[in-house]
């Protein structure tokens, strides 16, 4: 734990330095900066508050919340933002030249393929409503866990939808499954009782699932 506090804070202190150096507000101290309200998005925020950090660089925050990390990169390139943070699902953003990578700051395994209770398992997916966050980590571990269990996206009836219409489908039983994350999954949980954890991204070793500070194409450091 003290190993990662110690990363964390490390992490928070060099992403401070660029954004004292690149920060393109018009008065040249306000920066505007999007997360998503998990742990991976509020850690590093809430390190720097504490830390004085923003402070020690001359900077004054404008955070802005965000539900995912695409709807970001759209702020981004709006220039509504000028900084945001995005989980691996959005990876493929700055991957195509929508944004830029300012920093990698944590591996996340807050994603699951959960489903109703009395599904027990990807192929009993079959078929059925999964609600998921296109362009996101959800996205992403319901891919892997198709694939896994040697399906497509073309077996399920798959629903897009935004997270906060995720958790009030499944609560409604409006969809069978959905591709989600934590804490979101908690207040599932706690809406319907028995909700089963079908498929988790530690369940894939080989891959990595990084969240990053990004920047406008015309930002960063």
Not at 92 to 110: D, F, R
């Amino acid at each position: 734990m003290r190993v990662l506090r110690r990363a964390l804070t490390a992490a928070t202190a060099v992403i401070m330095m660029s954004l004292s150096v690149s920060a393109c507000s018009e008065d040249g101290s306000t920066v505007r900066f999007g997360y998503i309200s998990d742990y991976n998005g509020a850690s590093l925020l809430a390190i720097a508050d504490k830390q004085g950090l923003w402070e020690k660089q001359g900077l004054t925050p404008e955070i802005k919340v965000f539900t995912n990390g695409p709807l970001q990169i759209q702020a981004l390139g709006a220039g509504d933002l000028d900084f945001g943070y995005i989980g691996p699902g959005a990876m493929w953003l700055p991957a195509s030249g929508k944004a830029k990578v300012v920093a990698v700051n944590t591996l996340a395994y807050a994603d699951r393929v959960i489903a109703r209770p009395g599904i027990a398992s990807i192929r009993d997916l079959k078929g059925k409503k999964v609600g998921v966050p296109e362009g996101t980590s959800g996205d992403m571990v319901l891919n892997l866990a198709l694939r896994k269990a040697g399906m497509t996206v073309e077996d399920i009836e798959k629903v897009p939808m935004d997270p906060a219409t995720v958790v009030s489908a499944f609560a409604a039983g409006q969809i069978d499954g959905a591709g989600i994350w934590y804490p979101l999954i908690d207040t599932i949980k706690a809406k319907v009782p028995g909700t089963v954890e079908l498929a988790s991204t530690k369940e894939f070793p080989d891959n990595s699932f990084p969240t990053a500070f990004v920047s406008g194409n015309e930002g960063g450091a």
